[in-house]
């Protein structure tokens, strides 16, 4: 069985596995002169573990998508939601609240958010949104 083929069908112990078999060659690379060959075998290793895991964390991604209870699924689009409100709070809806309570001659101080936390959050999932839609103008289809 190749490198791949055991990464990819082993689930998580073939990953570990995987990766526990790369080390033992990265220490015996570091350890003792390597020929050009096995250095390249080493960083094909390094690519397919990366891909390993990025597949078992797309099928974590996947099977959470399908659970019915909204706690498990809907997380992602909870937080999309809260880091919209919370940014539309803190730029326009702030600013309204601060204009009507004056006109109303009341002196309340709305809360003021954290948006660099808030930002950091939005912008990292509106990456992964990008990334999916240019997989998708590529062609690239989802495995379910």
Do not use: Y
């Not at 570091?30 to 078992?56: H, P, R, V, W």
Request: charged share 20%; hydrophobic share 45%.
């Amino acid at each position: 069985m190749g490198f791949l083929a055991e990464i990819t069908s082993g689930g998580v112990s073939g990953l570990l596995n995987s990766i526990g078999n790369f080390a033992k060659d990265v220490r015996q690379a570091i350890t003792g002169e390597i020929s050009a060959e096995k250095k390249a075998e080493l960083e094909q290793k390094a690519m397919e573990l990366e891909f390993g895991m990025m597949k078992a964390q797309t099928d974590i991604n996947l099977e959470e998508a399908k659970n019915p209870n909204l706690f498990v699924s809907g997380w992602r689009p909870f937080i999309g939601w809260m880091c919209g409100v919370s940014l539309w709070w803190q730029f326009m809806g702030n600013s309204i609240f601060e204009w009507i309570v004056k006109l109303l001659g009341k002196d309340i101080k709305p809360p003021v958010l954290n948006t660099e936390g808030l930002i950091t959050i939005l912008l990292a999932l509106l990456g992964l949104g990008t990334m999916r839609m240019v997989e998708k103008v590529r062609g690239v289809q989802q495995n379910h």
